[in-house]
């Protein structure tokens, strides 16, 4: 079954202790990205990969970090940890660029920062 | 950059009636518009997109609308049914490879029995 699965699914921590959210698909998509959803705010790009050892900015990328060692997973990284990065985050593949093909959502990554 | 406005924020409806969801984005580059609905406990799902070189597709009961000259297009659900209850979120790209897409704010849809 074609998917993106993330990991952990529901995440408490507190302020300052590293974390690393995992991603991987298994469609052999070359682009992907990770997207941290906020109430009233939609969906904003944190982080985006266009294939192995390539990676950019999105919109909102302060705070985050991310690697793409292997095309099929694309983990984001958060070094310190602070309350304003509560969020719902997304990871998400395509087959080509983000903006021209469908792109596959994991299910959420539901991070809490105390 | 590109910003994507989405109207309203909530949408409740009778089942069987009609949902409208309407966007408005700045960028005239902008060429890729999809809408992707995102139920409870889930990422969101593509269900429809349109291209610029198109006004209107239609897919069974959701169709989707473009005014390239007024940079805003719409989402058109039509015989609303509970399972149609969810988050919709509309997004707009130039739409080239490596072009990002810019999402709108979402619209919480309830389908009322």
């Known amino acids: 079954e074609a998917q993106v699965t993330q990991n952990p699914r529901y995440l408490i921590t507190v302020t300052g202790k590293k974390l690393t959210v995992t991603c991987s698909q298994n469609m052999n998509h070359e682009y992907m990205s990770w997207y941290r959803q906020d109430p009233g705010l939609g969906l904003r790009q944190i982080y985006y990969?266009?294939?192995?050892?390539?990676?950019d900015k999105g919109d909102v990328p302060e705070g985050y970090k991310v690697s793409r060692k292997e095309k099929r997973n694309f983990p984001l990284i958060l070094e310190s940890p602070s309350p304003n990065q509560t969020s719902l985050y997304f990871c998400a593949s395509s087959l080509a660029g983000g903006g021209n093909t469908e792109a596959f959502f994991g299910q959420g990554t539901r991070l809490t920062v105390v | 950059g590109e910003n994507v406005e989405q109207h309203p924020s909530t949408l409740s409806v009778q089942e069987g009636d009609s949902a409208v969801i309407k966007c408005t984005y700045s960028?005239?580059?902008?060429?890729?518009f999809p809408w992707y609905k995102q139920e409870l406990g889930k990422g969101p799902q593509l269900i429809i997109d349109?291209?610029?070189?198109?006004g209107e597709k239609k897919d069974q009961r959701i169709a989707v609308t473009l005014n390239k000259t007024a940079k805003h297009f719409s989402l058109h659900i039509t015989e609303t049914q509970p399972e149609d209850s969810a988050v919709y979120f509309c997004?707009?790209?130039?739409?080239?490879?490596?072009?990002?897409?810019?999402f709108g704010g979402g619209t919480r849809v309830l389908v009322k029995p």
């Open positions: 997004a707009a790209s130039v739409g080239a490879a490596g072009n990002k897409l810019t």
């Open positions: 990969s266009m294939n192995v050892e390539v990676t």
């Open positions: 960028d005239s580059a902008s060429n890729y």
């Open positions: 349109i291209r610029s070189n198109v």
